[in-house]
């Protein structure tokens, strides 16, 4: 196998809430450059990551091929991690394809594609597991690898995948957003008693820098990343035992949680920012989002844990000591407590396009 050792690193999906904590994580020391694709320069987000140094912004969007083009030219590595709730499930498997042939083309050495589980796959190929912005991600990633059976000595490729993130129990605007009924906060969700992965977004940059700091092992890798796998009633005793205020779970049908749970008021929305709503074949939000909960009720995504205590010893393992650390962090930051930070007036939204109001 050819060396693919990687110094400039070219990012599709630099300012998203997974990008921020894997450019910081690969710039943090200065062994690395990086390139980050960005709409808009002069955002809060781009103007945090250039701060830090060791960092470029080239202002443009994904669909543009010399714009790609300009993003791989002299860059030795690619992470790509397309928003597929701005482009639309069609629109980013076209593009996440062109974006590893132009990647090969410009001479990268190293490319991690930002995937999800290919959930209609996963269940058997029926319907009910269809959640779009997962399986899109999922079919190029199954791609990707068999595209580095042939290629891995030009280019090798490597999977970042990401179970949901546990910051997302706590935030606004998310399918998991919680309520506050009777001074006890709730979550009503339609899980059963199956358990969830959650992942950690912090540890997404420890990951991620893993893969380009040892580019051959990862080389054909899914690498695949949880915190735990947690019910949604220990979520709840989690809560209570950090913060000593009531939680609870409380199991819904889907028409339940489509008629009053967290998204419900935009259940007919069309998923995608970029999609073109009269497109018959465009999923509406309930419809992608029922496939995402069947996916995950029927256990799907599964994690080897011994895999990532190897690769990070000191990774955040439960999230009994996630919700203990938001907690501290809180404090120490003069901004209350974490039960402070769950309340209507306080709780914010996590995802990026949740803080942009869903703008292109």
């Given at each position: 196998?050819?060396?693919?050792?990687?110094?400039?690193?070219?990012?599709?999906?630099?300012?998203?809430?997974?990008?921020?904590?894997?450019?910081?994580?690969?710039?943090?020391?200065?062994?690395?450059?990086?390139?980050?694709?960005?709409?808009?320069?002069?955002?809060?987000?781009?103007?945090?990551?250039?701060?830090?140094?060791?960092?470029?912004?080239?202002q443009g969007t994904l669909d543009n091929e010399q714009t790609l083009r300009d993003g791989f030219k002299d860059c030795d590595g690619a992470f790509v991690n397309i928003d597929g709730f701005h482009t639309g499930?069609?629109?980013?498997?076209?593009?996440?394809?062109?974006?590893?042939?132009?990647?090969?083309?410009?001479?990268?050495?190293?490319?991690?594609?930002?995937?999800?589980?290919?959930?209609?796959?996963?269940?058997?190929?029926?319907?009910?597991?269809?959640?779009?912005?997962?399986?899109?991600?999922?079919?190029?990633?199954?791609?990707?690898?068999?595209?580095?059976?042939?290629?891995?000595?030009?280019?090798?490729?490597?999977?970042?995948?990401?179970?949901?993130?546990?910051?997302?129990?706590?935030?606004?605007?998310?399918?998991?957003?919680?309520?506050?009924?009777?001074?006890?906060?709730?979550?009503?969700?339609?899980?059963?008693?199956?358990?969830?992965?959650?992942?950690?977004?912090?540890?997404?940059?420890?990951?991620?820098?893993?893969?380009?700091?040892?580019?051959?092992?990862?080389?054909?890798?899914?690498?695949?990343?949880?915190?735990?796998?947690?019910?949604?009633?220990?979520?709840?005793?989690?809560?209570?035992?950090v913060t000593g205020h009531k939680a609870q779970y409380m199991d819904v049908s889907l028409d339940e949680y489509w008629t009053t749970g967290a998204l419900s008021k935009v259940a007919h929305s069309p998923v995608?920012?970029?999609?073109?709503?009269?497109?018959?074949?465009?999923?509406?939000?309930?419809?992608?989002?029922?496939?995402?909960?069947?996916?995950?009720?029927?256990?799907?995504?599964?994690?080897?844990?011994?895999?990532?205590?190897?690769?990070?010893?000191?990774?955040?393992?439960?999230?009994?000591?996630?919700?203990?650390?938001?907690?501290?962090?809180?404090?120490?930051?003069?901004?209350?407590?974490?039960?402070?930070?769950?309340?209507?007036?306080?709780?914010?939204?996590?995802?990026?396009?949740?803080?942009?109001?869903?703008?292109?």
């Amino acid at each position: 196998m050819a060396s693919h050792h990687v110094s400039k690193i070219f990012i599709i999906g630099g300012t998203g809430v997974q990008g921020v904590p894997i450019v910081t994580a690969l710039v943090n020391d200065k062994k690395y450059q990086v390139r980050v694709l960005t709409r808009d320069t002069s955002s809060r987000r781009a103007i945090e990551l250039l701060a830090l140094g060791n960092v470029e912004l080239l202002q443009g969007t994904l669909d543009n091929e010399q714009t790609l083009r300009d993003g791989f030219k002299d860059c030795d590595g690619a992470f790509v991690n397309i928003d597929g709730f701005h482009t639309g499930e069609k629109a980013e498997m076209y593009w996440a394809i062109r974006t590893y042939e132009i990647a090969i083309e410009e001479g990268v050495k190293f490319f991690v594609y930002g995937s999800l589980p290919y959930a209609l796959k996963l269940g058997g190929y029926d319907s009910k597991f269809n959640a779009g912005h997962m399986n899109g991600k999922g079919r190029v990633g199954q791609w990707i690898l068999f595209q580095n059976i042939d290629n891995k000595d030009r280019m090798g490729a490597s999977l970042f995948t990401v179970a949901p993130y546990i910051d997302m129990t706590i935030g606004a605007q998310t399918v998991m957003t919680p309520t506050i009924e009777d001074g006890t906060l709730t979550w009503r969700v339609p899980l059963g008693e199956s358990r969830m992965p959650l992942s950690y977004l912090e540890d997404c940059g420890y990951y991620v820098r893993w893969q380009f700091d040892n580019p051959e092992r990862a080389s054909g890798m899914d690498l695949v990343t949880a915190m735990e796998h947690i019910s949604f009633k220990d979520l709840a005793t989690a809560f209570e035992s950090v913060t000593g205020h009531k939680a609870q779970y409380m199991d819904v049908s889907l028409d339940e949680y489509w008629t009053t749970g967290a998204l419900s008021k935009v259940a007919h929305s069309p998923v995608g920012a970029g999609v073109d709503p009269k497109d018959p074949n465009t999923m509406t939000t309930q419809q992608n989002f029922t496939g995402f909960w069947n996916a995950f009720k029927h256990e799907l995504f599964k994690v080897d844990y011994a895999l990532l205590d190897e690769i990070y010893p000191e990774r955040v393992k439960s999230a009994e000591d996630w919700f203990r650390q938001q907690d501290k962090v809180l404090q120490s930051s003069g901004k209350g407590n974490l039960w402070d930070r769950v309340q209507p007036e306080n709780i914010w939204p996590v995802l990026k396009r949740g803080e942009d109001g869903g703008k292109k």
